[in-house]
Structures are given as structure tokens and as C-alpha cells.
Nanobody, 122 residues
């Protein structure tokens, strides 16, 4: 079992930055690929970014490529999402997720956090 707790969300103006963190507890953090997903009001949850177990491989949604960076610190059991040049359309609840190696390329997600709200004002 893995417990995931997100933090770092908030209200920011367009063009600003935020860094989300996701702290994991439970089984060995480095055995899981990690990801960030988001869900805007009235929309389905969508993929944002994923990172492999050792941080070698990352993948990004086209909508965030070049603006967002996913990283992880296995010594701290934490995954991060650095979000720059934020746009109003980035407004959503952001969820942290953990899964097997296939998660990096769209595979199954085994665990979810509770989510953190990000609101970008125009």
C-alpha cells in the first residue's frame, strides 16, 4: 500500500509559477513510476506528466511540454511538478499517482493522492 499526499497548490496569476509536491509513504518509493494528472471542472481527468522509477525517463502532455517539469527525489520519497508560464487553462485539481513501470507510457495507475487545487487567474 502507498499513501500519496499532494501539496503546493494555490492561486497564481497567468504567467506565474507553482511547484507541486507529492510525498509518498508505505512501500519502497523507488519501486514505483510516478505521475501527475489533472481534472478541470466538467472535464475528465487527463494525463500531465510521468517519470520512471529512477527518474531517467519522463513524458509530458503536449499542452504542458516546455512549461512543466516532473522530477523525483527517491531519498525523500517525493515527486515534484514544477509549473512555469501558467495559463488559465491549467486551472484544475492536480493528482499525484503511482504505478508500475508501464505507467510512464500510459499504463495502469495503482494509487492516487487526494488532489490539490491549482487556480490560474487571467
Amino acid at each position: 500500500q502507498v499513501q500519496l499526499v499532494e501539496s503546493g497548490g494555490g492561486l497564481v496569476q497567468a504567467g506565474g509559477s507553482l511547484r507541486l509536491s507529492c510525498a509518498a509513504s508505505g512501500r519502497t518509493f523507488s519501486s514505483y513510476a510516478m505521475g501527475w494528472f489533472r481534472q478541470a471542472p466538467g472535464k475528465e481527468r487527463e494525463f500531465v506528466a510521468t517519470i520512471s522509477r529512477l527518474g531517467v525517463t519522463t513524458n509530458y502532455a503536449d499542452s504542458v511540454k516546455g512549461r512543466f517539469t516532473i522530477s523525483r527525489d527517491n531519498a525523500k520519497n517525493t515527486v515534484y511538478l514544477q509549473m512555469n508560464s501558467l495559463k488559465p487553462e491549467d486551472t484544475a485539481v492536480y493528482y499525484c499517482a503511482a504505478g508500475g513501470p508501464s505507467l510512464v507510457h500510459g499504463g495502469r495507475t495503482d494509487y492516487w493522492g487526494q488532489g490539490t487545487q491549482v487556480t490560474v487567474s487571467s
